[in-house]
């Protein structure tokens, strides 16, 4: 989708969606269309880049594109359901770009209903400049010699591909997968083909029957590489070979621009969703997973145990080394941390010094041979020597064992109904670990760990959760 913090004059590319000028079948008002709306576009005295679609299929797929100033659609070539079409264009472009129909006179009565819906405006063809000055927010400049950008034809316009496509779209903040899958079943009900293999950066797919022995194959680029391919497998009836060719490569154009769009997407999240100074997962990450994990843990009926611990003391260490000394200490505690998880085990910054670690049962070895470790008191074990051990060269020569954490440990279900209360149990026993002395990690109550706890404390083997201390200190 656009990004709505573009501005006017960021967005250069105007859509318009309306029968190729060299389509034998077009004939009368509707023949030379295309180009003449496109040339009434530049020529109206704005900056813009036109783009024709020959179909509301590949008008989507452009709409979704950065940069798209308004959309110019074609009533008379709207497909059966316009109001899907329409629903396409809309979830493509969102919800600030224009979406305005052009009609002859006889089809107003529908253009003004799909106002109520997914349309802004409407024009009565041939549009005035004053209609084409209003679509495109007022005059600028233009080279009006510019030929408008054709896109290839995809003739498959029917309900199904629209909706389809809608939801591919609706997808791109998923899976690479749930997105291939989708755009698979697609292109094999478009081309009625046996099977469809579709593979883009290293992952395939396949939808309907094995592709044993591929009929046809286009690959699939962006920016000039080869990202992916489509493979199909035989058709399922007769027909115009040449036909299924071009709207073949009319998919792998659509498919390439959507994967394009889901890379940037996944890009954007992944920036969005990690922490600068750290490398690790920021809270908003933290949130989503934690909200994620707890629907499948009370579905499944496994645990999830949250450590929330901050470094003790460490606006001194900032006082005294520096804030650059102080960001290395944050990275540096991360990954300590991230080394002695497991795989599954998720390490984000809280904020601050603060960090906050997710465990939950697995099903693999973190390492072919190994063991898992057999509860999170011993991966926070593992990482007690860690950081005992380790040489913070920011806090000089005698860095090594200067560094101690304080910790609160809850966990889901015994001591949280959802992610919300787990957080703030763990983030209750951290404040009770500080206000102990420190240099400690505690649970919050007396349920999984809190059994799991009192053994060790009874005979004095506290070292998991705190070090250096006797059980009567605790």
């Avoid at 933290?286 to 003790?312: G, K």
Wanted: proline letters at 5%; aromatic letters at 4%.
């Amino acid at each position: 989708m656009n990004d709505p913090f573009d501005t006017l004059a960021e967005r250069r590319r105007v859509v318009l969606i309306a029968a190729s000028d060299d389509q034998p079948e077009q004939t009368g008002p509707r023949q030379g269309k295309a180009n003449r709306l496109a040339a009434s576009l530049r020529a109206c005295g704005e900056a813009v880049d036109v783009v024709c679609s020959e179909s509301y299929l590949a008008g989507v797929i452009e709409a979704a594109r950065p940069g798209v100033r308004a959309v110019v659609a074609d009533l008379d070539i709207g497909p059966r359901r316009i109001e899907a079409a329409l629903a396409g264009l809309r979830q493509a472009a969102g919800r600030d770009v224009p979406i305005v129909l052009c009609c002859r006179p006889h089809a107003e009565p529908l253009a003004r209903r799909m106002m109520g819906l997914d349309a802004d405006d409407y024009v009565i063809d041939p549009p005035t400049s004053e209609d084409l000055d209003a679509i495109l927010g007022g005059p600028t400049s233009v080279d009006a010699t510019t030929p408008p950008v054709q896109t290839p034809r995809v003739s498959t316009d029917d309900d199904q591909a629209i909706a389809s496509l809608t939801e591919a779209l609706a997808r791109l903040g998923g899976t690479l997968g749930d997105l291939l899958k989708r755009l698979a079943a697609m292109v094999r009900q478009g081309l009625q083909v046996e099977g469809v293999e579709l593979s883009a950066f290293g992952l395939t797919v396949k939808e309907g029957n094995p592709v044993t022995s591929p009929h046809v194959t286009e690959p699939l680029t962006i920016e000039g590489q080869q990202v992916g391919q489509i493979v199909l497998g035989p058709p399922m009836h007769v027909r115009d070979e040449a036909s299924a060719t071009g709207r073949l490569r009319g998919f792998a154009h659509l498919f390439s621009q959507i994967l394009a769009a889901h890379r940037r997407e996944s890009e954007a999240r992944k920036r969005a969703m990690t922490d600068a100074v750290s490398g690790l997962h920021n809270r908003w990450y933290l949130t989503e997973l934690l909200d994620q994990l707890v629907q499948r843990a009370t579905s499944q009926r496994f645990r999830i145990t949250l450590l929330m611990f901050d470094i003790d003391n460490f606006k001194q260490y900032n006082d005294e080394y520096g804030h650059t000394a102080g960001d290395e200490i944050i990275r540096e505690v991360g990954q300590l941390m991230k080394r002695c998880c497991r795989k599954h085990d998720v390490v984000a910054r809280y904020g601050g010094d603060e960090f906050a670690v997710v465990f939950w049962d697995a099903d693999q070895p973190r390492v072919a041979g190994s063991q898992h470790p057999t509860d999170p008191l011993s991966i926070i074990d593992r990482f007690r020597d860690a950081l005992l051990n380790h040489r913070f060269a920011g806090l000089g020569r005698h860095a090594r064992g200067r560094l101690t954490i304080s910790g609160g440990l809850a966990t889901f279900p015994w001591e949280a109904t959802d992610a919300a209360s787990l957080v703030a149990g763990a983030d209750a026993a951290l404040l009770t670990a500080k206000r102990q002395g420190k240099n400690r990690v505690l649970p919050i109550g007396s349920g999984w760990l809190g059994e799991r706890l009192a053994p060790a404390a009874q005979a004095n083997e506290v070292r998991a959760y705190q070090a250096g201390a006797t059980a009567e200190e605790v």
